[in-house]
């Protein structure tokens, strides 16, 4: 094991941290954001070996969004207080599903220019992780519905490319992932009763 983990400190490093990060963020503490950074460090640079240039390129948009969900978990409230865990509108949701398609779109023809692997898996991963991370910062329930289509594809993804320890994660994220939507809609309907 402890030779594994010598070979492996990316893997190792962002499967720990990532965890940390899940939980933390299913049971609405702010420091789930912080230890996103850290996981993002992580698999920034296992990703980079791996050549999936979406998912490296992914965590540097993890850092930002890590931080503006700081930010909104606090203060994007109404008048600056905590924000508030709720259903995405039919407006919001009109404006998530062009999102995908326009990132997906733009993902694709950027990882053929970069001679990725995996472009069509590793683009539509991408854009379902962009969503499902900002829909995370608004508080969205259905963020958790994004991540578990996302985690099904990444075990295929990472699978295929032999990061066995991260196909393990997702699998682990797929039962975090309708934990937190379990988790998430008690609340609501707790605090909306």
């Known amino acids: 094991m402890w030779a594994y983990i010598l070979q492996n ?4 490093g962002g499967f720990v941290t990532s965890l940390i990060c899940v939980w933390l963020n299913i049971h609405e503490r702010v420091w789930g954001w912080f230890w996103a950074i850290v996981s993002a460090g992580f698999s920034a640079k296992l990703f980079y070996d791996q050549r999936l240039f979406g998912d490296m390129y992914l965590q ?3 850092v930002g969004s890590a931080l503006y ?4 978990w606090l203060y ?6 905590q924000l508030v865990i709720k259903h995405a509108s039919t407006k919001e949701w009109a404006i998530i599903i062009v999102s995908m398609f326009v990132t997906f779109i733009a993902l694709v023809y950027g990882l ?3 001679k990725g692997d995996a472009i069509y898996i590793d683009a539509l991963t991408t854009t379902l992780s962009i969503v499902g991370q900002l829909m995370l910062a608004r508080k969205l329930i259905e963020n958790w519905t994004i991540w578990i289509l996302a985690n099904g594809l ?7 490319k032999g990061l066995y320890l991260y ?3 997702y699998c682990i994220f797929i039962v975090l992932a309708i934990q937190g939507w379990l988790h998430w809609q008690k609340l609501y309907n707790f605090r909306n009763e």
């Open 112 to 114: 053929a220019h970069l």
């Open 60 to 62: 540097v948009f993890f």
């Open 9 to 12: 400190p990316y893997e190792v």
């Open 76 to 81: 994007g409230g109404r008048q600056a207080t």
């Open 154 to 160: 990444y075990v295929g993804l990472y699978l295929q």
């Open 69 to 72: 969900g700081i930010y909104a």
């Open 167 to 169: 196909a393990f994660l």
